[in-house]
Nanobody
Framework: VQLQASGGGLVRAGGSLRLSCAAS????????LGWFRQAPGKEREFVAT????????YYADAVKGRFTASKDAAKNTMFLQMNNLRPDDTAVYYC??????????????????WGQGTQVTVSS
């Protein structure tokens, strides 16, 4: 399964963006669909994940309360609604999937199917 993120752009602090992620085929029913981001000079970090079955969501502390992950299973698509954006949210955002269930949903090594990310730039 290959995933491709889109919807990034330039926005002012306090603004909103909605990212989309399209999968080339249906991920495993037990998979977690994750959002990660990578700022220049930094490692790729966990942002959010949503379980394909049941829809449970988990978020990094830095985005909790501001970002919301959702999915449209019928279309093999997931979304990341980002509100109240801050300059430190600036990064390339990626989506990926686990092969199956995982308890370490924040671990980038649990995920695969990385496509080209989408740039999000938040100006102050």
């Amino acid at each position: 399964v290959q995933l491709q993120a889109s919807g990034g752009g330039l926005v002012r602090a306090g603004g909103s963006l909605r990212l989309s992620c399209a999968a080339s085929s249906r991920p495993s029913n037990s998979a977690s669909l994750g959002w990660f981001r990578q700022a220049p000079g930094k490692e790729r970090e966990f942002v959010a994940t949503i379980r394909r079955s049941g829809g449970a969501t988990y978020y990094a502390d830095a985005v909790k309360g501001r970002f919301t992950a959702s999915k449209d299973a019928a279309k093999n698509t997931m979304f990341l609604q980002m509100n109240n954006l801050r300059p430190d949210d600036t990064a390339v955002y990626y989506c990926a999937t686990t092969y199956g269930p995982t308890s370490t949903y924040w671990d980038v090594n649990q995920y695969s199917g990385w496509g080209q990310g989408t740039q999000v730039t938040v100006s102050s």
